[in-house]
């Protein structure tokens, strides 16, 4: 399994807590948050929310590899679901495609700023 590149250590040394005080924090074990921080697995939705939570952080700022990895999926899919709305002649199509070109805009905006 690829390790995800994550700066969960960093964020946490910077505040000099030690794993098992952020595991307290969290609601975890502290091999839970090293095996995170190592990127042996990624962090799950609660965790995320937790961890950007505690240091202030949004989800992509701590776990950059794995946002990336989650956006890519997501961007795949959309582009799946913009060319079935291709044949879709429904009134809900143009609401659906609108939220396709949100997304893509936030995306954009996202890659342009980092």
């Known amino acids: 399994m690829k390790r995800i590149h994550c700066y969960l250590r960093v964020r946490r040394k910077e505040w000099c807590l030690t794993q098992q005080e952020l595991a307290d924090l969290v609601g975890t074990y502290r091999e839970r948050v090293r095996d995170v921080e190592c990127g042996r697995v990624p962090p799950t939705a609660n ?11 949004n989800p992509a700022e701590v776990f950059p590899a794995y946002a990336e990895a989650v956006q890519d999926a997501v961007m795949a899919a959309a582009y799946q679901l913009s060319k079935n709305l291709e044949s879709d002649e429904s009134p809900k199509g143009p609401r659906k495609g609108e939220l396709i070109q949100d997304m893509l805009a936030r995306v954009t905006n996202y890659v342009d700023h980092v």
């Open 47 to 57: 965790e995320l929310v937790a961890y950007s939570f505690i240091f202030g952080r």
